[in-house]
Antibody, heavy 118, light 109 residues
Framework: DVQLLQSGAVVKKPGESLRISCKGS????????ISWVRHMPGKGLEWMGR????????RYSPSFEGHVTISVDKSIDTAYLHWSSLKAPDTGLYYC???????????WGQGTLVTVSS | QSVLTQPPSVSAAPGQKVTISCSGS????????FSWYQQLPGAAPKLIMY???KRPSGIPDRFSGSKSGTSATLVITGVQTGDEADYYC??????????FGGGTKLTVL
């Protein structure tokens, strides 16, 4: 079964750093890009960026570039989303997804809830 | 504001047909495939249509998709109460950045 398993919910303070993870199983991890989206309460899905696990090449949405970093450790089939300095507006639900060559996303991780509050 | 425009909400009685549109804002999406995702309450989104009109295994044929120009459409025939969810379209632009629509909430009356 192809699956993406994300790390658990976290509560952080503004200014703190955070890394959440997304571990793939059931397929050849290096052969598919991993993308991240943000889902804020009452809002739509916002594509943040993606990484090619085979060479760690990344592409970011202009809305998120410079504020988050996407990385990968292909030796353990895991992608990461990292903030060096969280802000309250970063509060939201974050999903990782496996991207096909033709642009569709399947499967999705179960989501990681990030709460940033003082 | 998303570059893919979806109606915020649609509603239908059980058994009726529902159409959800996804309009691309410009010609950047002309060569792209569209996909559709269903997000049931409290769950992660799930792929229900890919490459404009293909259904993944397990998705009933009540769901169909199409693309015309820079826009796409999802049609649900014989809508059921279990179809009540948020629906998102997705594609990529000419710079290979992915993008999603703002989502459409389907209410089954």
């Amino acid at each position: 079964d192809v699956q993406l398993l994300q790390s658990g919910a976290v509560v952080k303070k503004p200014g703190e750093s955070l890394r959440i993870s997304c571990k793939g199983s059931g397929y050849s991890f290096a052969n598919y890009w991993i993308s991240w989206v943000r889902h804020m309460p009452g809002k739509g899905l916002e594509w943040m960026g993606r990484i090619d696990p085979s060479d760690s090449f990344t592409r970011y949405s202009p809305s998120f570039e410079g504020h988050v970093t996407i990385s990968v450790d292909k030796s353990i089939d895991t992608a990461y989303l990292h903030w060096s300095s969280l802000k309250a507006p970063d509060t939201g639900l974050y999903y990782c997804m496996r991207r096909s060559e033709r642009g569709w996303f399947d499967p999705w991780g179960q989501g990681t809830l990030v709460t940033v509050s003082s | 504001q998303s570059v893919l425009t979806q109606p915020p909400s649609v509603s239908a009685a059980p058994g009726q047909k529902v159409t959800i549109s996804c309009s691309g804002s410009n010609s950047k999406f002309g060569d792209s495939y569209f996909s559709w995702y269903q997000q049931l309450p409290g769950a992660a989104p799930k792929l229900i249509m890919y490459e404009n009109d293909k259904r993944p295994s397990g998705i009933p044929d009540r769901f169909s998709g199409s693309k015309s120009g820079t826009s796409a459409t999802l049609v649900i025939t014989g809508v059921q109460t279990g179809d009540e969810a948020d629906y998102y379209c997705g594609t990529w632009d000419s710079s290979l950045s992915d993008v999603f629509g703002g989502g459409t909430k389907l209410t089954v009356l």
